[in-house]
């Protein structure tokens, strides 16, 4: 919408926890002093069956009420979404996708339906597997767009989300180390900046 | 000093409820409301409210749970949307008709059928011959702050009458954005405890609540609740005017966006008004007079206020997010027809019924509203009064 405002459109399925990790994302930029919206597309959803969800960010209150159409960037938590969903429709140009994946990002830009802007990957099942020991792909995805979009100050983002982590794992510390790592390792593997 | 934080509009709601720890809870869930009693659940677990939380097993049942908790002079609350709204039908006229002090957090959702669970404004709709008050939001902080307003104006010896406080499912109900909260000692503070004067079992004076009421007498407890609707408003504005001056934030009936010197202006309710607003910010900036009237209070209807701020304006579209299926429009347009009929010089009116079903309503939605209304007010040619938009359609009457 406006050059101030970021517009973020997640697609994953459900039980996966992109509206989760778009939630953590509105969390994270309202924690920096931001305005911020975080709001998933509500339908009969169930376990597995496509699910959108937006954030706006922004240094203005955002008093738009609809869903995003022509967002900045886009999220895929689930790579199987690229040949049924259309991802990109809408999508800036000058923005970016982050599509969760082992390829890399001209292995994915082919699926894009000839999307010309920048295209990033990264492997969140890979990595949290290896620091949650499950297949996780919210935070490391959260960690993704921070990376790409620039929308939140990296070193800001970290210590903040250590913060919530604290906060949110009081009863559980031991996965707290296991989120920063795979938050702080998703940031320098995001393929495609 | 106000609290920044980030919450959804169902958790405002359950915020405000747990710093007003009203007397009893009814609960029943129903989507998008459910999220209400549930967060509303963990502060009874957790011990931080008093409150009577009872489960029930249908909304026929919280209403009725309601009714005899404020009859015995308990501070009563619930929450609910669309089905479940249309299943308390019953005891909404009763909690009315016997003057009970209720509050409703209406998470307004689509009426069956098809079946349905996103937004629009049909539950409530339906439900505004009831004789309760009902007062719309525009995003999680008018729904937060209209909540806190809601006990003083409904238990207010002058009104007595339950209130609704409404809000539109998924889009503000679910959607977190910053909010300011108030400290628990300053909301307390402001809503003050419920004192009523009389109650059920009241021994020097108990009282009867819901006999039947013979023909000699119960039209004049007809008329009486009817004045009790109309004394409402000045309480309305009272609330909001020590609410203005306790937090600093201002409502009134409506607010006027962009009216002063507007020639098109759209009239309407609830989270488009936002919406409405970055169009109106976009079309200003190109030099177009455009204005917006984002209704809050709904029951009691701001007749006269309405009328004069419409006024001066060309053309109005009421955009309504209900059909109403009158065949002639929806309520909101009939009653804004009504309250500007008195004008000397009215402006152009159309009805754009929109949104139903959750059915989304983007910034080039409003704009095409607005564009249609120009043509309207340079052509001098009203057209057809009753449209619908959005939907799949090569119809001639869709905008």
């Not at chain 1, 305005?35 to 509500?42: K, L």
């Not at chain 2, 079309?283 to 209070?297: E, F, M, T, Y």
Request: charged share 20%; hydrophobic share 40%.
């Amino acid at each position: 919408m406006s050059s101030t405002m970021t517009e973020i459109r997640w697609h994953g399925r459900g039980g996966q926890g992109a509206k989760t990790a778009c939630l953590l994302l509105a969390d994270a930029a309202f924690a920096s002093g931001k305005y911020v919206q975080g709001f998933p597309e509500y339908g009969p959803e169930r376990m597995g069956a496509p699910i959108t969800a937006y954030n706006r960010i922004s240094e203005e209150p955002c008093t738009i009420h609809s869903n995003i159409y022509e967002p900045n960037y886009v999220v895929v938590v689930d790579e199987s979404l690229l040949s049924t969903v259309d991802v990109t429709a809408g999508l800036d140009p000058k923005g970016a996708i982050v599509v969760n994946t082992a390829r890399s990002p001209e292995d994915i830009r082919p699926l894009l339906r000839g999307y010309p802007g920048r295209v990033c990957t990264i492997d969140a099942r890979t990595i949290s597997e290896e620091h949650l020991g499950g297949y996780f792909p919210n935070t490391p995805m959260l960690a993704a767009i921070v990376q790409v979009s620039r929308v939140l100050d990296a070193g800001r983002f970290i210590a903040d989300m250590e913060a919530s982590f604290r906060h949110k794992f009081a009863t559980k510390p031991q996965v707290i180390q296991g989120n920063m790592s795979c938050l702080i390792r998703s940031m320098k593997e995001v393929r495609g900046l | 000093m106000s609290i920044r934080e980030r919450l959804s509009g169902n958790e405002a709601i359950a915020y405000a409820m747990r710093q007003i720890d009203p007397d009893v809870f009814a609960a029943f869930p129903i989507t998008p409301s459910t999220e209400i009693p549930q967060y509303f659940a963990q502060y009874v677990a957790n011990g931080q409210v008093s409150t009577e939380y009872v489960t029930v097993e249908s909304e026929h049942s919280s209403m009725s749970t309601c009714v005899g908790a404020a009859a015995a002079g308990a501070r009563a609350v619930t929450a609910t949307s669309s089905c479940g709204l249309a299943f308390m039908y019953e005891m909404l006229y009763v909690a009315a008709s016997a003057r009970l002090s209720i509050t409703l957090a209406c998470v307004n959702r689509a009426l069956t059928g098809p079946i349905n669970i996103n937004n629009d404004h049909s539950d409530s709709m339906g439900a505004r011959d009831t004789g309760w008050l009902q007062i719309y939001a525009e995003n999680n902080q008018e729904a937060y702050d209209n909540y806190l307003q809601a006990m003083r104006i409904s238990e207010d010896p002058r009104v007595r009458l339950p209130i609704m406080i409404c809000q539109d499912g998924f889009i503000t109900s679910h959607a977190v954005e910053n909010i300011l909260l108030e400290a628990d000692e300053d909301v307390k503070r402001f809503v003050g405890e419920y004192r009523p004067e009389n109650y059920l079992l009241k021994h020097e004076n108990p009282l009867a609540v819901g006999p039947y009421d013979t023909c000699p007498y119960c039209m004049e407890h007809k008329v009486q609740q009817a004045m009790a609707m109309k004394a409402a408003r000045e309480v309305v504005l009272e609330v909001a005017a020590d609410f203005e001056k306790t937090f600093g934030r201002k409502y009134g009936f409506f607010e006027s966006y962009e009216m002063e010197d507007a020639e098109v202006a759209l009239v309407l309710i609830g989270s488009t008004a936002g919406t409405a607003k970055a169009c109106i910010r976009k079309l200003r900036a190109q030099g177009v007079k455009a204005g917006l009237i984002k209704l809050r209070v709904f029951r009691p209807f701001p007749m006269e206020e309405l009328a004069a701020a419409l006024a001066h304006v060309k053309a109005v579209a009421v955009m309504d997010k209900s059909e109403g299926n009158s065949g002639c429009g929806g309520p909101l347009f009939a009653e804004t027809c009504a309250a500007c009929y008195d004008l000397p010089q009215r402006p152009m009116l159309i009805d754009v019924v929109y949104g139903l079903a959750g059915r989304d309503c983007r910034v080039e939605d409003i704009e095409r509203v607005y564009r249609h209304l120009l043509t309207m007010a340079e052509t001098g040619v009203t057209g057809p009064r009753y449209l619908h938009m959005g939907q799949r359609s090569n119809a001639e009457e869709v905008l």
